[in-house]
Each structure stands twice: as C-alpha cells, then as structure tokens.
C-alpha cells in the first residue's frame, strides 16, 4: 500500500506569496498618490485662470466692480459675480501649496481691469516650485510664470 502525501504549502512559502502579492497591490497605490496630487495642483490652476477670467468677464458684462479675495483661515480664494450664488464661488488651495499674494483684487466694472501690478505667488514647497501671476500695467491681462 502506498502512502499518499498530502502536503501542503510550509509556512515560509505562504508568507513568500503573500508578500510578493502584497507588493503588487501596494506598488500602483504608491505611485498612484504622487499622482493624484500633481493632477489636483494642475485642476487647481485651470479652476483659478478660469474663474479669474470669468470674474473679469461679469464686472464688463454687469457694470459692477468684482473681486478675487484671498481668506487664510480656511485657506481659500473667492471669485463674487460669478455662478448664482451672490458671495460668489470659493476655491480651495490644496495643502501642498502655500499663497503668497495680496488679499484682494478688484476688477473694474465696464473694462475688467485690474489697475495695479501685483503678483499672485503660489509655492509648492514639497517640489521646490512656485508659480507666479503678473498682471500688466492697465489691462486685465497677466503673465503666468513657474519657476522651478
């Protein structure tokens, strides 16, 4: 009579795939996070030109004067004049990002215009990044500038 063997995996080898199938699921996540951050700062920019230019478009389109406020207790930007909402729409600085720049910024009505030149400064400091908006002399227009 034979003897069967019914033997199974050892403890070591177990432990052996699990942690090479652990790894496999872990590696994408990782990777995945970094991403998800970089998508958001560039979704954070594109929200903050649009509204920028969406502000400037309802102080000619309204005859009002509008504006881009700055609040660091909750560390966001608001745009008035814009969507149905009277106090207007507010956009939230992502954590990896700190703002350096003036509290407020009023477009004139009738032109859009923003009479001064500042800048908007936004560092990312996790990547050694800012990213700078320059507004022109007399015009609603500005210059975006990242400096790495």
């Known amino acids: ?26 590696i994408p996540t990782l990777s995945l996070e970094k ?7 560039r979704l954070f920019f ?4 649009k509204r920028m230019a969406a502000t400037q478009q309802a102080a000619i389109v309204r005859q009002k004067t509008r504006q881009m406020m700055y609040h660091p207790e909750d560390a966001t930007i608001s745009f008035s004049g814009i969507g149905d909402n009277k106090a207007g729409i507010a956009l939230v600085i992502p954590d990896a990002m700190v703002y350096n720049g003036v509290k407020e ?6 032109s859009g215009n923003y ?3 500042v800048k908007l400064k ?15 002399l007399g015009s609603g227009k500005y210059t975006k500038e990242i400096i790495k």
């Not at 009579?1 to 872990?26: C, H, I, P, R, Y």
């Not at 991403?35 to 700062?41: A, D, F, I, L, Y």
């Not at 910024?105 to 009738?110: D, E, L, N, S, V």
């Open 115 to 117: 009479s001064g030149m």
């Open 122 to 136: 936004f560092t990312i400091p996790e990547k050694e990044m800012a990213i700078h908006y320059q507004f022109m």
């Open 105 to 110: 910024i009023r477009f004139k009505a009738i």
């Open 46 to 49: 594109a929200r903050f030109e």
């Open 1 to 26: 009579m034979e003897k069967q063997n019914d033997g199974g995996f050892t403890l070591l080898e177990s432990l052996l795939v699990l942690m090479v199938a652990s790894l496999f699921l872990l």
């Open 35 to 41: 991403w998800q951050q970089t998508s958001g700062e």
